[in-house]
């Protein structure tokens, strides 16, 4: 199977920090780059993620640090 070049995509940034890159390519996708990984989503996995992310990160500000249970979401 061959995959589908995206030298046609140019980039927008959307957010830059110490830790990573965030841009939106014209082609509808979102690279997330951090370090010497980028990785590319659709935008609703990358939404997805950042709500994920969210929950994580309110998760550890609350004090409220114990395992989830397989399953169970925050």
Known sequence: M???SHDH???IPL??????LVE??????????VG???LRFE???FLALVDLME????RLLCGGVR????????
């Open 36 to 38: 010497p990984v980028t």
């Open 15 to 20: 957010a830059q920090g110490p830790v990573g």
């Open 67 to 74: 395992p989830l249970t397989p399953g169970q979401v925050a």
């Open 55 to 58: 929950r994580a990160r309110e």
């Open 2 to 4: 061959r995959v589908p």
């Open 9 to 11: 995509c140019h980039p």
């Open 43 to 45: 935008a609703t996995s």
């Open 24 to 33: 939106a390519c014209t082609c509808g996708a979102v690279r997330l780059s």
